[in-house]
């Protein structure tokens, strides 16, 4: 079993892991991505997800640097969230991945 480190003694690797790893990360970012940007339309857009489970993968997900917060000084308050130019790559490379895997069930149905 590995140590816990600290989020800043991470290798970046770990943190990619991490994101990839989690199928609610992964869902939020390719939601951002599609432009869904609010977390209450996040919510409703994500089947299953809670709001404490939004809740936490948008503020790891900012931590990583895969995404940005914008909260807008408004009554009540508005807040979005972008996709990073990190985000952006990695959200790229889940798409190929998502490319892949139907290429290779398509291939294995022929079969």
């Not at 869902?27 to 940007?37: C, K, R, Y």
Request: proline letters at 5%; aromatic letters at 4%; one cysteine or more.
């Amino acid at each position: 079993m590995q140590p816990d480190l600290s989020n800043r003694d991470r290798s970046e690797y770990q943190k990619l892991e991490d994101v990839v790893g989690c199928k609610w990360s992964v869902s939020v970012l390719q939601s951002i991505e599609a432009g869904i940007t609010r977390p209450g339309a996040l919510e409703r857009h994500i089947t299953g997800i809670s709001t404490k489970v939004l809740s936490e993968r948008l503020r790891k997900l900012h931590l990583y640097g895969l995404i940005e917060k914008l909260t807008f000084p408004e009554i009540p308050p508005r807040t979005e969230y972008h996709l990073t130019p990190a985000g952006k790559k990695l959200a790229a490379i889940i798409r190929q991945i998502h490319s892949l895997d139907e290429e290779m069930a398509a291939e294995g149905s022929g079969q």
